[in-house]
């Protein structure tokens, strides 16, 4: 996960781009599994 400093910037900011991407779909994903948990309970309550 660590990269070496004297790595080029054109590098740095894709990788970093990358990782946004990577968190932005891993935020999402657990968003879509925490409303599906939502729905399964409140149907679970009825």
Known sequence: M???KQ???LSAKRSARDILRQT??????LL????????????QSD
């Open 32 to 43: 879509q599994r925490h409303l599906l948990a939502k729905d399964t309970i409140r149907h």
């Open 7 to 9: 790595a080029p910037v």
């Open 24 to 29: 932005q779909e891993r935020a999402k994903r």
């Open 2 to 4: 660590t990269q070496p």
